[in-house]
T-cell receptor, first 109, second 118 residues
Framework: ELKVEQNPLFLSMQEGKNYTIYCNYS?????LYWYRQDPGKSLESLFVLLSNGAVKQEGRLMASLDTKARLSTLHITAAVHDLSATYFCAVLNTDKLIFGTGTRLQVFP | DTEVTQTPKHLVMGMTNKKSLKCEQHMGHRAMYWYKQKAKKPPELMFVYSYEKLSINESVPSRFSPECPNSSLLNLHLHALQPEDSALYLC?????????????????FGAGSRLTVL
């Protein structure tokens, strides 16, 4: 059974600081997705990572994928309050998109 | 139109009621999904429809009954639910689950239907 784990589960960080969220998964997959969810809202797609070594960046967020290590990272650069949300990675496995445990990010002044 | 529309946004029902959740998309997507999300937890897959046929049922109890009348609509019929079924129910769609193009598997989610079972 595919397991997708994230750490940390909760992250409180100061504006302007950098931090990395980690996503580990247990079986082989060549596609990894990152989603954002604001409180009480739906999920918004952030990144699709396709292959080993893939890196994508959008604003202050950068995602990378290491398929050999079964690890993806979401790096936050110079955090701002607007980034406060829950971030999920998700792995595609035999047509099922399985979500990670989620990382709740809180950015304070 | 790049949205997935879910109705109702909120639903309160008793354990003996029968109700339905509805989902609609007009993006030409050929796969539609139901996910269940409890508070502070990740979404859990319930059902997948691919080309209007049920392709995945994640051992969901029969009190949840999905229906896909056409490629744009997805329903979830609810009957004899339990209080522990209270959750946010998310509908999603994707372009084509069998397509190797990774963009075809990016799920677009609706805003969700928040269900409370009394």
């Amino acid at each position: 059974e595919l397991k997708v784990e994230q750490n940390p589960l909760f992250l409180s960080m100061q504006e302007g600081k950098n931090y990395t969220i980690y996503c580990n998964y247990s079986t082989t997959s060549d596609r990894l997705y990152w989603y954002r969810q604001d409180p009480g809202k739906s999920l918004e797609s952030l990144f699709v990572l396709l292959s080993n070594g893939a890196v994508k960046q959008e604003g202050r967020l950068m995602a990378s994928l290491d398929t050999k290590a079964r690890l993806s990272t979401l790096h936050i650069t110079a955090a701002v309050h607007d980034l406060s949300a829950t971030y999920f990675c998700a792995v595609l496995n035999t047509d099922k998109l399985i979500f990670g445990t989620g990382t709740r990010l809180q950015v304070f002044p | 139109d790049t949205e997935v529309t879910q109705t109702p946004k909120h639903l309160v029902m008793g354990m003996t009621n029968k109700k339905s959740l509805k989902c609609e998309q007009h993006m030409g997507h050929r796969a539609m999904y139901w996910y269940k999300q409890k508070a502070k937890k990740p979404p859990e897959l319930m059902f997948v429809y691919s080309y209007e046929k049920l392709s995945i049922n994640e051992s969901v109890p029969s009190r949840f009954s999905p229906e896909c009348p056409n490629s744009s609509l997805l329903n979830l019929h609810l009957h004899a639910l339990q209080p522990e079924d209270s959750a946010l129910y998310l509908c999603a769609s994707s372009q084509d689950p069998g397509d190797r193009d990774p963009g075809a598997n990016v799920l677009t989610f609706g805003a969700g239907s928040r269900l409370t079972v009394l």
